[in-house]
């Protein structure tokens, strides 16, 4: 049996009709077509869905998509406004925070969260707020340095 | 993984109604048990999905009486945050903020990890020592039962079908009390208990405890409370030997579990040292001394 | 500390990857795409009855159902052709690949794959490599003699590679030694965990098949595809979009014949993506279990005299790249040190487990973290500080290995001198802190790789590589050589890489050899551009080419300014009657000569190309009463020859040591005796988060080689996860007193280690 609901998806109204099962990761990347949030896991252990309802960071492999309905959802795919790089984005860029990028827009969506809740953070405030966002790559070193880095220029 | 029905009640009540109408319908807050599960292959979806995550005036955090009272769909993350729960049952403080990762915490309520009724989850023992009482209400009334009468078993609890838990009620601590819960981690993040310990500690004027609680977290089928450890303490100074002492009396609660996780003789050992921890934290909140939440942050290896 | 590139370089694939709107295999759809799933074997060990498909193939949305006798009966391996893309009459680890399912939803496929009914006649099943090799054990491949495989692989039943190192005399010079020190170590299995489960989606146009897959080795998997399916190469098309990393684990042929077929059978394209408990079961390449004997003798003054070793490693059920593993444990068991007197004897043993094969320095995280430990041990046995023992024997210039190679220049005691010297070692910590220190090395890997570089009529550039991008930025990395030749900026150049059929052949995303073998060929590509550039300057500014420099986007005249044409003037008066077109290979460089007489099972790493030096040094801090570590800080130092790429250099030491400490303290996977992994998922098989890796302090130590690649580079991506499992071990031994010998070094080890329990 399916539903009727609407989706808010940086800033588009998306009206769907979805079975109660569905999550909201396969909703984003199959319906809609925002395939910027990865899906890397079955547990909720990597973060790489990780996606932004009403401003707070969620595991969108397991969300229902019909719980979200009608609320606000940000992708990594809505950071970057008029062609312009978010801040965070740049900031990841710029320090070599980008390796594979799988992990990336989770990381972004978990950054994002953080410094909307906390535009000063310290490095370990960044490094546990980054703690549910698995990377094989990097080590970490160079996304805490983005974020750190963002987090200056936003305030500077 | 399809389902049949997604129910979205407006009210409590319209909630209750539906859940006596659709016998096996399951509720979902968070989803973050209920979803993984199924994603895992350790259950399917229920066929009727009772969605309760937007229904209004169940995530309040507030004092009523000298009780605190949370909504069921209280998450993690606003429990951590709450002034009043650090203040004075600061316990559920230090188990609220490190369960899972931050995403987690921001959906995971509280209602629905203690209907998961895992013998791991992180805010049990603290309600446990609390004496916290849960209320439960389904189409035909209302009840409320201790906490620790809520877990039947991993995974299963005492509620009938139909029955919701909508408020955790937690008794204040008495005056000169401090609590704390310790879990042992194997990283500083995504992690679960491997074993854990609440401890509520209650100080005489004469500095000498006058009530003590202990409760451990994943060495038995449900969350439980340690009598032998907390009788050991009652009446002594908590010393270092006093508290040690009565640490290494859980053993008569725990009967822990060989797993991925850690085999039955560590956590027989583990349990004994992070209740340790836990009754040497809460003792020192209760002489007053500012131990930041969480307290595993503070004490473990992997502060 | 020179380096060739210090400009900062945003990788060109940057702005596609935090955007999101880069696509992964995953990502990729198309019209009438089916979805595929497969049936695993669900045992270790046994002997298929008989496959009834009946019930499955019934489900409404079910197009085909393909098992072994639906494709060609072929046997593939790259050393021993063990192996067949679906089981045939026995099943020999639990993700064997039973039957493939193509439907209309991922979830009927996963339905339709669990209707199929197997009836199977379970078998012993050999999970201990020990027990494999021990006299009488149950053999996983009975008909192991009939396989064919390569002439060099030393076969014995459960033994699928033998390899020795023989140098001098060992029970002499450990008779003769001051103290001898024997111990044993075992490491679990462990894998490459890229964050992106593996993917592919196949598409055939006539009787030509192209397969867009998340892998690290497209022309191997072309080759897989084709000698599996027997159908000509040319018919087979691999196109890599983004990958989401792959640290081995991707490396070789994997499914995309699998996928292939289902496509080819139901004329649709068929679309396969693991989930993440499929990744950790089925693909054969994790990194595999040993067990390292070890027994060393030392004079008083801290001279090493001998070293023997006996190592047996885990092949898993079938022979992927492993079988090169036993030489290169071995030459990891001897280490970075002058030791006279050797004999390693390594052998790789079938289990019925997932199979193993490359991940990350293959065989050397594992064996270093044993050799490293070992080295400790000896200093203590003679009293010595075990800084000072590894300052007294490790490799310099002009020493020979134990395969008799003569070292050229290299860095190895400026690693371990740096590596202290950034950490702090012998000030004074906490009692539950200490400094470990581990050193190692290993290889490059020269071979064939192409690459063609063009100029556009506007002036911009392509650069079209064979080369495979797996996240490191080694591809990435390509448009600062190719620029410097040329006189131009990176940015000015794309890439066309992932494509079998546009780039030359290349070995793949594998053994750090990127930059080594495909830098050398983008150069040689851009100096036929430059040269042809020259040319269409000496006829604008009238000069000889020999006095024509290209810089700053011009080609000028060298001493006069001024006298200067810009290169996309050039480019645009080239256009339609000329092609500024440059092509690449190169010889890969030599190797240096070795006697290696005295060896056996020589699979070519008798030789150490080029070789890497590593230092790590850790402080870790233990939690005695439960065993529970943190690194707190780390400092490496490398020697990985001339830095070309500063920004991608370091994000691979940094990605390494942080892979090491997981590797160290808690990613292990645990295997039943039934031969079943029981923690495949990231709950419980568990890496380091962001909260858990400490600061890293670089120290790049110069030591261009003449064997080196461009410039004189060496590898950089594999040795930064080598030493640091040794090195932290080496910290918790310091802190605690107590050695823990198994792998990884787990809260509950550390425990038992240091309170005297088994476990």
Redesign the interface.
């Given at each position: 049996m399916s539903h009727a609901c609407t989706l808010n998806v940086n800033g588009m109204s998306y009206p769907l009709q979805l079975d109660a099962g569905r999550t909201l990761l396969t909703v984003l990347r199959g319906e809609l077509g925002l395939t910027g949030a990865k899906e890397g896991c079955d547990d909720s252990e990597c973060g790489a869905c990780m996606v932004l309802v009403d401003g707070r960071p969620v595991n969108s492999c397991s969300y229902l998509a019909l719980q979200a309905d009608g609320r606000e959802i940000t992708t990594v795919e809505g950071l970057a406004k008029n062609g312009e790089l978010h801040p965070l984005q740049a900031a990841f860029l710029d320090e070599g925070g980008v390796q594979c990028g799988f992990c990336t827009p989770g990381m972004l969506i978990s950054a994002e969260a953080l410094l909307r809740q906390n535009p000063k953070p310290s490095e370990d405030e960044v490094r546990l707020a980054l703690g549910g966002n698995l990377c094989r790559c990097t080590g970490y070193q160079k996304i805490a340095k983005a974020v750190l880095a963002a987090a200056q220029g936003a305030t500077a | 993984m399809s389902t049949g029905t997604y129910l979205q009640p407006a009210s409590v009540d319209e909630a209750l109604t539906l859940l006596a109408e659709h016998g096996g319908a399951a509720l979902v807050a968070g989803g973050t048990d209920l979803v993984v599960g199924t994603r895992q292959g350790k259950r399917t979806l229920p066929e009727t999905l009772v969605a309760i995550h937007r229904l209004p005036g169940l995530d309040g955090i507030a004092e009523d009486g000298g009780t605190l009272a949370i909504g069921a769909l209280a998450t993690h993350d606003a429990i951590e945050r709450s002034e009043l729960v650090r203040s004075r049952w600061t316990a559920l403080a230090d188990a609220s903020a490190i369960v899972g990762s931050p995403a987690t915490r921001h959906v995971g309520t509280l209602g629905g990890n203690l209907a998961n009724a895992s013998p791991a989850m992180e805010t049990g023992a603290p309600l446990a020592v609390f004496g916290a009482e849960v209320e439960l209400r389904s189409s035909s009334g209302a009840r409320s039962v201790a906490v620790a009468d809520l877990w039947a078993g991993p995974g299963r609890t005492t509620a009938a079908p139909g029955e919701m838990i909508t408020s955790v009620r937690v008794p204040a601590p008495a005056d000169g009390s401090g609590s704390a819960y310790v879990r042992l981690e194997y990283r500083r993040s995504m992690e679960i208990a491997v074993v854990g310990a609440a401890a509520l500690v209650t100080l005489g004027g004469d500095g000498a405890v006058a009530d003590a609680r202990v409760a451990l977290t994943a060495v038995a089928p449900t969350i439980v409370r340690s009598s032998a450890a907390e009788q050991a303490l009652r009446g002594s100074r908590p010393t270092d030997d006093a508290i040690a002492a009565a640490a290494a009396a859980v053993h008569d609660a725990a009967s822990p579990i060989s797993d991925v996780r850690g085999s039955d003789a560590y956590r027989k050992a583990m349990v004994e040292v992070i209740a340790r921890r836990a009754i040497g934290i809460a003792a020192r909140r209760a002489a007053g001394e500012a131990v930041p939440v969480p307290a595993t942050m503070t004490v473990g290896g992997t502060r | 500390m020179a380096t060739a590139a210090q400009t900062k370089f945003?990788?060109p694939?940057?702005?596609?990857?935090?955007?999101?709107?880069?696509?992964?295999t995953?990502?990729l759809t198309m019209t009438g795409m089916l979805h595929a799933c497969f049936r695993y074997a669900d045992h270790a060990h046994a002997r298929i009855r008989s496959i009834d498909t009946a019930k499955a193939r019934a489900l409404p949305g079910v197009f085909c159902i393909l098992t072994q006798d639906d494709v060609p009966d072929v046997r593939y391996g790259p050393f021993v052709e063990d192996r067949t893309l679906f089981a045939r009459d026995v099943v020999r680890y639990e993700g064997e690949v039973v039957a493939g399912v193509a439907a209309t939803t991922p979830?009927i496929a996963r339905e339709a794959a669990a209707l199929i009914e197997v009836d199977y006649e379970p078998l012993p099943v050999v999970s201990d490599v020990e027990a494999a090799l021990a006299e009488g054990a149950t053999l996983v491949h009975d008909g192991w003699s009939g396989y064919s495989a390569s002439d060099e692989v030393v076969r014995d039943g459960n033994d699928a590679s033998r390899s020795t190192i023989v140098k001098g005399d060992v029970d002499a010079a450990l008779a003769a030694a001051d103290a001898v020190v024997k111990e044993r170590y075992v490491a679990d299995m462990s894998h490459a965990?890229?964050?992106?489960?593996h993917a592919a989606l196949a598409q055939w146009q006539g009787d030509k098949v192209t397969v867009w897959s998340s892998t690290q080795v497209p022309y191997i998997a072309r080759s897989g595809v084709a000698t599996t399916l027997q159908i000509p190469e040319s018919h087979v098309r691999i196109i890599v979009p983004?990958?989401?990393?792959?640290?081995g684990g991707k490396c070789e042929f994997h499914y995309e014949a699998h996928v292939a077929a289902l496509a080819r059978a139901t004329g649709r394209p068929v679309r396969l993506?693991f989930?993440?408990?499929e990744e950790f079961i089925a693909p054969d390449h994790r990194r595999e279990g040993q067990v390292i004997e070890l027994e060393t003798g030392v004079m008083k003054d801290g001279t090493l005299v001998a070293r023997r070793g006996r190592l047996i490693l885990d092949n898993g059920a079938y022979s992927a790249d492993a079988p090169f593993f036993p030489q290169l444990a071995a030459m990891h068991a001897v280490g970075p040190y002058r030791i006279p007197n050797v004999s390693v004897d390594a052998s790789l043993a079938y289990t019925n487990t997932t199979p193993s094969g490359s991940v990350r320095a293959p065989t050397a995280p594992q064996a270093c973290w044993a050799v490293e430990q070992h080295m400790d041990s000896v200093a203590a046995a003679i009293g010595m500080d075990p800084v000072e023992l590894r300052r007294r024997n490790i490799l310099k210039e002009g020493d020979t290995t134990a395969t008799n190679q003569v070292l050229e220049p290299i860095g190895a005691a400026e690693t371990l001198e740096r590596a202290v010297e950034l950490i702090g070692y012998g000030k004074d910590l906490p009692e539950d802190e200490a400094i470990g220190v581990g050193c190692g090395w290993w290889p490059s890997f020269g071979g064939p790789s192409g690459a063609f570089v063009k100029l556009n009529g506007d002036g911009s550039g392509t650069i079209i590589t064979g080369a495979q991008e797996?996240?490191?930025?080694a591809v990435m990395a390509l448009p600062i050589l190719v620029a410097e030749e040329l006189g131009m900026r990176p940015e000015d150049f794309s890439i066309l890489a992932q494509d079998t059929d546009a780039g030359g052949w290349d070995a793949g995303a594998s053994g750090s050899q990127t930059t080594f073998n495909n830098g050398r060929a983008v150069i040689e590509a851009a100096r036929e551009v430059r040269a042809q550039l020259l040319e269409l300057a000496e006829e604008e500014l009238e000069a000889s080419r020999e006095d024509i420099e290209l810089v700053e986007g011009t080609a000028r005249v060298k001493g006069s300014p001024t006298k200067s044409v810009p290169i996309t003037k050039l480019a645009e008066t080239a256009q339609g009657d000329r092609l500024l077109l440059g092509k690449g290979s190169g010889s890969p460089p030599p190797s240096p000569e070795v006697d290696a007489s005295g060896c056996t099972g020589r699979l070519g790493l008798e030789t150490f190309a080029a070789p890497t030096f590593i230092t790590h040094a850790v402080r870790v801090?233990?939690?005695r009463?439960?065993?529970?570590?943190?690194v707190l800080e780390v400092a490496a130092s490398h020697d990985c020859g001339v830095i070309l790429n500063p920004?991608?250099a370091?994000?691979q030491?940094?990605?390494?040591?942080?892979?090491g400490i997981g590797m160290a303290?808690?990613e292990g996977s645990?295997v039943g005796e039934d031969g079943r992994q029981?923690?495949p998922?990231?709950?419980?098989y568990?890496?380091?988060?962001?909260?858990?890796?400490p600061?890293?302090s670089i120290a790049f130590v110069d030591a261009p080689s003449p064997y080196g690649g461009p410039k004189g580079s060496k590898g950089t991506g594999e040795p930064p996860c080598v030493p640091t499992p040794g090195a932290v071990g080496n910290a918790i031994a310091q802190v605690t007193g107590a050695r823990v010998h198994r792998l990884p070094m787990?809260?509950?080890r550390v425990?038992?280690a240091s309170?005297g329990?088994d476990?």
């Amino acid at each position: 049996m399916s539903h009727a609901c609407t989706l808010n998806v940086n800033g588009m109204s998306y009206p769907l009709q979805l079975d109660a099962g569905r999550t909201l990761l396969t909703v984003l990347r199959g319906e809609l077509g925002l395939t910027g949030a990865k899906e890397g896991c079955d547990d909720s252990e990597c973060g790489a869905c990780m996606v932004l309802v009403d401003g707070r960071p969620v595991n969108s492999c397991s969300y229902l998509a019909l719980q979200a309905d009608g609320r606000e959802i940000t992708t990594v795919e809505g950071l970057a406004k008029n062609g312009e790089l978010h801040p965070l984005q740049a900031a990841f860029l710029d320090e070599g925070g980008v390796q594979c990028g799988f992990c990336t827009p989770g990381m972004l969506i978990s950054a994002e969260a953080l410094l909307r809740q906390n535009p000063k953070p310290s490095e370990d405030e960044v490094r546990l707020a980054l703690g549910g966002n698995l990377c094989r790559c990097t080590g970490y070193q160079k996304i805490a340095k983005a974020v750190l880095a963002a987090a200056q220029g936003a305030t500077a | 993984m399809s389902t049949g029905t997604y129910l979205q009640p407006a009210s409590v009540d319209e909630a209750l109604t539906l859940l006596a109408e659709h016998g096996g319908a399951a509720l979902v807050a968070g989803g973050t048990d209920l979803v993984v599960g199924t994603r895992q292959g350790k259950r399917t979806l229920p066929e009727t999905l009772v969605a309760i995550h937007r229904l209004p005036g169940l995530d309040g955090i507030a004092e009523d009486g000298g009780t605190l009272a949370i909504g069921a769909l209280a998450t993690h993350d606003a429990i951590e945050r709450s002034e009043l729960v650090r203040s004075r049952w600061t316990a559920l403080a230090d188990a609220s903020a490190i369960v899972g990762s931050p995403a987690t915490r921001h959906v995971g309520t509280l209602g629905g990890n203690l209907a998961n009724a895992s013998p791991a989850m992180e805010t049990g023992a603290p309600l446990a020592v609390f004496g916290a009482e849960v209320e439960l209400r389904s189409s035909s009334g209302a009840r409320s039962v201790a906490v620790a009468d809520l877990w039947a078993g991993p995974g299963r609890t005492t509620a009938a079908p139909g029955e919701m838990i909508t408020s955790v009620r937690v008794p204040a601590p008495a005056d000169g009390s401090g609590s704390a819960y310790v879990r042992l981690e194997y990283r500083r993040s995504m992690e679960i208990a491997v074993v854990g310990a609440a401890a509520l500690v209650t100080l005489g004027g004469d500095g000498a405890v006058a009530d003590a609680r202990v409760a451990l977290t994943a060495v038995a089928p449900t969350i439980v409370r340690s009598s032998a450890a907390e009788q050991a303490l009652r009446g002594s100074r908590p010393t270092d030997d006093a508290i040690a002492a009565a640490a290494a009396a859980v053993h008569d609660a725990a009967s822990p579990i060989s797993d991925v996780r850690g085999s039955d003789a560590y956590r027989k050992a583990m349990v004994e040292v992070i209740a340790r921890r836990a009754i040497g934290i809460a003792a020192r909140r209760a002489a007053g001394e500012a131990v930041p939440v969480p307290a595993t942050m503070t004490v473990g290896g992997t502060r | 500390m020179a380096t060739a590139a210090q400009t900062k370089f945003i990788r060109p694939d940057g702005k596609d990857k935090v955007t999101g709107l880069g696509r992964y295999t995953a990502d990729l759809t198309m019209t009438g795409m089916l979805h595929a799933c497969f049936r695993y074997a669900d045992h270790a060990h046994a002997r298929i009855r008989s496959i009834d498909t009946a019930k499955a193939r019934a489900l409404p949305g079910v197009f085909c159902i393909l098992t072994q006798d639906d494709v060609p009966d072929v046997r593939y391996g790259p050393f021993v052709e063990d192996r067949t893309l679906f089981a045939r009459d026995v099943v020999r680890y639990e993700g064997e690949v039973v039957a493939g399912v193509a439907a209309t939803t991922p979830e009927i496929a996963r339905e339709a794959a669990a209707l199929i009914e197997v009836d199977y006649e379970p078998l012993p099943v050999v999970s201990d490599v020990e027990a494999a090799l021990a006299e009488g054990a149950t053999l996983v491949h009975d008909g192991w003699s009939g396989y064919s495989a390569s002439d060099e692989v030393v076969r014995d039943g459960n033994d699928a590679s033998r390899s020795t190192i023989v140098k001098g005399d060992v029970d002499a010079a450990l008779a003769a030694a001051d103290a001898v020190v024997k111990e044993r170590y075992v490491a679990d299995m462990s894998h490459a965990v890229p964050i992106e489960p593996h993917a592919a989606l196949a598409q055939w146009q006539g009787d030509k098949v192209t397969v867009w897959s998340s892998t690290q080795v497209p022309y191997i998997a072309r080759s897989g595809v084709a000698t599996t399916l027997q159908i000509p190469e040319s018919h087979v098309r691999i196109i890599v979009p983004h990958l989401g990393g792959g640290f081995g684990g991707k490396c070789e042929f994997h499914y995309e014949a699998h996928v292939a077929a289902l496509a080819r059978a139901t004329g649709r394209p068929v679309r396969l993506v693991f989930s993440r408990s499929e990744e950790f079961i089925a693909p054969d390449h994790r990194r595999e279990g040993q067990v390292i004997e070890l027994e060393t003798g030392v004079m008083k003054d801290g001279t090493l005299v001998a070293r023997r070793g006996r190592l047996i490693l885990d092949n898993g059920a079938y022979s992927a790249d492993a079988p090169f593993f036993p030489q290169l444990a071995a030459m990891h068991a001897v280490g970075p040190y002058r030791i006279p007197n050797v004999s390693v004897d390594a052998s790789l043993a079938y289990t019925n487990t997932t199979p193993s094969g490359s991940v990350r320095a293959p065989t050397a995280p594992q064996a270093c973290w044993a050799v490293e430990q070992h080295m400790d041990s000896v200093a203590a046995a003679i009293g010595m500080d075990p800084v000072e023992l590894r300052r007294r024997n490790i490799l310099k210039e002009g020493d020979t290995t134990a395969t008799n190679q003569v070292l050229e220049p290299i860095g190895a005691a400026e690693t371990l001198e740096r590596a202290v010297e950034l950490i702090g070692y012998g000030k004074d910590l906490p009692e539950d802190e200490a400094i470990g220190v581990g050193c190692g090395w290993w290889p490059s890997f020269g071979g064939p790789s192409g690459a063609f570089v063009k100029l556009n009529g506007d002036g911009s550039g392509t650069i079209i590589t064979g080369a495979q991008e797996c996240g490191t930025g080694a591809v990435m990395a390509l448009p600062i050589l190719v620029a410097e030749e040329l006189g131009m900026r990176p940015e000015d150049f794309s890439i066309l890489a992932q494509d079998t059929d546009a780039g030359g052949w290349d070995a793949g995303a594998s053994g750090s050899q990127t930059t080594f073998n495909n830098g050398r060929a983008v150069i040689e590509a851009a100096r036929e551009v430059r040269a042809q550039l020259l040319e269409l300057a000496e006829e604008e500014l009238e000069a000889s080419r020999e006095d024509i420099e290209l810089v700053e986007g011009t080609a000028r005249v060298k001493g006069s300014p001024t006298k200067s044409v810009p290169i996309t003037k050039l480019a645009e008066t080239a256009q339609g009657d000329r092609l500024l077109l440059g092509k690449g290979s190169g010889s890969p460089p030599p190797s240096p000569e070795v006697d290696a007489s005295g060896c056996t099972g020589r699979l070519g790493l008798e030789t150490f190309a080029a070789p890497t030096f590593i230092t790590h040094a850790v402080r870790v801090r233990v939690d005695r009463e439960t065993g529970v570590c943190r690194v707190l800080e780390v400092a490496a130092s490398h020697d990985c020859g001339v830095i070309l790429n500063p920004v991608g250099a370091e994000g691979q030491v940094e990605g390494g040591v942080v892979m090491g400490i997981g590797m160290a303290m808690l990613e292990g996977s645990i295997v039943g005796e039934d031969g079943r992994q029981r923690n495949p998922h990231l709950l419980d098989y568990k890496l380091q988060t962001a909260a858990d890796a400490p600061p890293i302090s670089i120290a790049f130590v110069d030591a261009p080689s003449p064997y080196g690649g461009p410039k004189g580079s060496k590898g950089t991506g594999e040795p930064p996860c080598v030493p640091t499992p040794g090195a932290v071990g080496n910290a918790i031994a310091q802190v605690t007193g107590a050695r823990v010998h198994r792998l990884p070094m787990t809260p509950e080890r550390v425990w038992a280690a240091s309170h005297g329990v088994d476990a």
